[in-house]
């Protein structure tokens, strides 16, 4: 007869009572969530209390109450964290830049969208859409394009596997890049990017963002030598061999075969006929390949450059 | 008598005026027509030392009237358009507000016609890269007008090509954005009612409509069309987001195929929730209650309507701030 054993070390035993111990110290996990409105960090759960400071769309709040004055609107009890300095979420208001600790307040639940809200993902990145959009009006409210910044990166905070969190996640890092080399003439930060790439491999937004990369290896300007639009021709090939199923694929190739004319018509200028020759027919070979696409728009593109190239008109330098 | 003398003379001249009329025009029929994927220099007789008249930009029409191969010199060889043949044509350019017609020479390079192979793909592409030019920031001067004028020439050289639809609706609605940035531009027109203020034509949207019926073409048409409708400040008043909410409403409706239909239905809802705010600000509550119902129910009717893109999201956080209560118009933070 075999008798079976349980047997439970004493030492495991131990070990998991502390770490329940912990857990239980610690409390569940506080829930998160943010205000889809410009809104003011309150001093108590009433209109008329003390503004603590303005909160703009998209910022994060820890939930840590819950207040219903009796017949008044409801509230949340929020602490704030600071906005980090290596912190790519957007151009911080002052008041913000000035907030270097974690500030505790109340705002009114009304305006602020919890984690837990039913379609919370969906409200929140239809925020940002109508952010982004504002941002894009002439006449567009102050800074709303870091409000998207703000509000497409909670959704891919708060929620990475919703059916927007891809989008979300591409959307906020793109914004940023936008942002980045708008104001500055350097390389822009990868790093949002990166993560992109990194966070869904192999996916659409994936081959958005390396496109997005490409700018970096980009010249701020060719001074009339074939070395600059020779390597961007080769990055951008590089680029629709690595990434066949990107949205990007033919306009890749249409760079390439663009700048591959281009270098045609500097080495011709050089009188360099060797050299402009096999430029011209690797530009041809490129457009060729790009009419074979789907898209109207860069089939009809490839058209006019191989028609250009076919005619021997410049497609770079003066023209007659 | 003497009136009938005079009938007799006005009818002879109005004959004669009438005959030339008709041969210039068959004359014109008969030659071939094109347009310039680049800017070139219109000159006197063939060959760039002669003198220029004129510069043709991209998407002009062009009536070719003569051909001439140059013969070239040792020194022109080195240039690419001295190569090609040159094309005598008449050209109608603009002259500030008036237009000259003019004829002289241009190097064939360039030159599309219907009789080039893919024409209508080169003259079509030329006018996407042009488009996109226009939306770069230090892009080419122009790019705009030659965009508009280059989808135009696709489907007025090539009435048949797949591409011909697309590109006469690409370039009146070029022309139309072009004009609306003109005319709101304007501080006075801000104020002024639809009636009051001035009106982009809508001669070319109507053309599209009335070509392609029924088409997603003559459906964008009929949505850039409500532009004209639309009331420039609302000042408070629930009058002009009332009709703008019925009018996309209605456009909606009629249009349930159009690419942007749900696009409509968005802006009817949220113009319908503004009114639920300025009716709420006035103490009407009955009629706030009424706009708020109307912007929910236009609003869930998005999301079950078979579109990508953004606008299920916009209505999902409009349908949230309907529930709650925050307010779409008027005073900002609590």
Redesign the interface.
């Given at each position: 007869m075999t008798t079976l054993k349980h047997r439970t070390h004493p030492g495991l035993l131990t070990a998991l009572l502390l770490v329940a111990a912990a857990a239980f110290a610690a409390g569940p996990e506080k829930e998160h969530a943010t205000p889809i409105r410009e809104t003011n960090l309150s001093a108590s759960p009433d209109a008329n209390a003390e503004k603590l400071m303005p909160l703009e769309r998209g910022r994060d709040l820890i939930v840590l109450d819950r207040s219903t004055p009796a017949g008044g609107q409801a509230w949340l009890k929020v602490a704030v964290p600071p906005v980090a300095s290596g912190d790519k979420t957007g151009r911080p208001s002052t008041d913000t830049q000035k907030q270097k600790e974690e500030m505790t307040g109340w705002v009114p639940a009304t305006v602020a969208v919890a984690a837990s809200t039913m379609n919370a993902d969906l409200i929140i990145y239809g925020e940002a859409v109508n952010s982004e959009n504002e941002a894009e009006q002439r006449r567009g409210r102050r800074s709303a394009a870091e409000d998207a910044l703000r509000l497409y990166q909670r959704v891919a905070e708060f929620f990475p596997t919703s059916s927007v969190g891809g989008e979300a996640l591409w959307r906020h890092a793109d914004i940023r890049w936008q942002l980045d080399r708008a104001r500055s003439k350097g390389p822009a930060d990868e790093q949002l990017l990166q993560a992109v790439i990194k966070k869904y491999p192999g996916t659409k937004w994936a081959d958005l963002a390396a496109f997005d990369l490409l700018d970096n290896k980009m010249c701020p300007a060719w001074n009339g030598l074939a070395e600059c639009p020779q390597k961007e021709s080769l990055a951008y090939e590089q680029y629709a061999r690595e990434h066949p199923q990107s949205s990007k694929f033919a306009e890749a190739l249409y760079n390439a075969a663009w700048r591959q004319a281009v270098i045609a018509d500097i080495f011709r200028g050089n009188a360099q006929r060797a050299s402009s020759t096999a430029a011209h027919d690797r530009a041809l070979a490129l457009a060729q390949e790009v009419t074979s696409q789907l898209s109207p728009d860069w089939k009809t593109r490839a058209g006019d450059l191989i028609y250009k190239l076919q005619q021997n008109i410049p497609v770079y330098g003066v023209q007659q | 008598m003497k009136q009938s003398r005079r009938c007799g003379q006005v009818l002879l001249v109005v004959i004669v005026c009438g005959v030339i009329v008709c041969g210039l025009t068959a004359l014109a029929a008969d030659k071939e027509h094109g347009t310039l994927?680049?800017?070139?220099?219109l000159y006197v007789t063939p060959g760039?030392t002669s003198e220029k008249i004129g510069r043709v930009e991209r998407g002009r029409d062009l009536i070719v009237l003569e051909h001439i191969e140059l013969a070239a010199t040792a020194a022109e060889q080195t240039?690419?358009?001295e190569k090609?043949p040159w094309f005598k044509v008449f050209v109608t350019l603009p002259q500030g507000t008036a237009v000259r017609e003019m004829t002289g020479w241009l190097?064939a390079?360039?030159v599309?016609t219907f009789s080039?192979p893919?024409g209508d793909?080169?003259?079509?592409?030329?006018a996407?890269?042009s488009e996109n030019q226009a939306e770069q920031r230090g892009g080419r001067k122009g790019a705009a007008d030659d965009a508009m004028r280059l989808y135009y020439r696709v489907g007025d050289l090539f009435p048949n090509s797949p591409?011909a639809a697309?590109a006469t609706w690409r370039s009146a609605d070029i022309r139309w954005q072009l004009e609306k940035n003109q005319i709101r531009s304007r501080p006075s027109q801000r104020d002024l009612s639809p009636d009051a203020r001035g009106h982009v034509d809508e001669q070319w949207m109507k053309e599209i409509i009335k070509r392609y019926p029924h088409t997603r073409w003559a459906d964008l048409a009929a949505y850039d069309m409500i532009d004209n409708r639309l009331c420039g400040e609302w000042k408070g008043l629930a009058a002009c987001p009332e009709k703008e909410s019925d009018i996309y409403e209605r456009y909606a409706r009629e249009h349930a195929q159009s690419p942007k239909a749900a696009e409509a239905l968005y802006y009817a809802a949220w113009r319908q929730a503004v009114l639920a705010d300025i009716y709420r600000i006035n103490s009407d509550g009955t009629r706030s209650a009424l706009a708020r119902k109307k912007a929910r129910a236009l609003a869930q009717e998005i999301a079950s309507m078979p579109t990508d893109g953004?606008w299920?999201?916009?209505?999902?956080?409009?349908i949230?701030?309907l529930e709650?209560?925050?307010p779409l118009y008027g005073p900002?933070?609590?």
């Open positions: - | 994927v680049r800017d070139a220099a760039s240039s690419v358009a090609a190097p390079l360039g599309v080039t893919n793909r080169i003259i079509y592409g030329e996407v890269d591409l697309e953004d299920q999201p916009r209505a999902a956080v409009l949230f701030k709650r209560n925050i900002g933070p609590e």
